[in-house]
């Protein structure tokens, strides 16, 4: 069982439209992570939220913490196919080791 | 700076046979960690260390051994290697603990056994 469970798993879309991932927990986080990772390289961290109810905006992509702080989400405004990659939620939970979760894979087709 | 760089990059191995899975970093961080990612799994943590000389379990240590006697440096080895080790490993480095801290990954080792 994942402490932190992402969705979808896939999502195939157009260049221009826009999309969303998700990241859910039964736990309280004091903060979550987002990283994303390309075909044949390692994770590379895009934000990490820290407050309940938080949103932080990175270019074309939009992060937002839950008020609770037990789920986060990503939204992609006009893809583009250099979003094509793993999207990962990361939470420490009670510690500094992260828990990852099994992340979601966005393909953006031109 | 090369950041996190790992050797090799793909391995092919028969059961049984042992390897090592090299790591290092050139940011002077003392917190180095090992991971593996399989399909729809997301990353486990294998084994970390929190400085030289120092290293502990993870998630999924069984299988796995580690040392760091530099602060460069972190190997990852596998004594005696099983189909269930077929998987990407990565190695990542941080400046300090704590849940805001990065992480740094390298490019990750593929490995397969057969």
């Known amino acids: 069982t994942q402490l932190l469970e992402q969705s979808p798993q896939f999502l195939s879309i157009q260049e221009g439209e826009n999309l969303t991932v998700y990241c859910n927990s039964s736990s309280v986080f004091s903060s979550l992570q987002w990283y994303r990772q390309e075909p044949g390289e390692g994770p590379v961290l895009l934000v990490t939220v820290v407050t309940g109810g938080e949103v932080k905006k990175l270019k074309r992509l939009t992060f937002q913490f839950g008020d609770a702080r037990k789920d986060s989400s990503l939204h992609i405004t006009a893809a583009q196919p250099g979003d094509t990659g793993l999207y990962l939620c990361a939470g420490a939970p009670g510690d500094y080791k992260l828990s990852f979760g099994a992340g979601t894979t966005v393909t953006v087709r031109a | ?114």
């Open chain 2, 1 to 114: 700076n090369a950041g996190v760089t790992q050797t090799p990059k793909f391995r092919i191995l028969k059961i049984g046979q042992s390897m090592t899975l090299q790591c290092a970093q050139d940011m002077n961080h003392n917190y180095m960690y090992w991971y593996r990612q399989d399909p729809g799994m997301g990353l486990k943590l294998i084994y970390y260390s929190v400085g030289a000389g120092i290293t502990d379990k993870g998630e999924v240590p069984n299988g796995y051994n580690v040392s760091r006697s530099t602060t460069e440096d972190f190997p990852l080895r596998l004594e005696l290697a099983a189909p269930s080790q077929t998987s990407v490993y990565f190695c990542a480095s941080s400046n300090r603990a704590g849940e805001l801290e990065t992480q740094y990954f390298g490019p990750g080792t593929r490995l397969l056994v057969l």
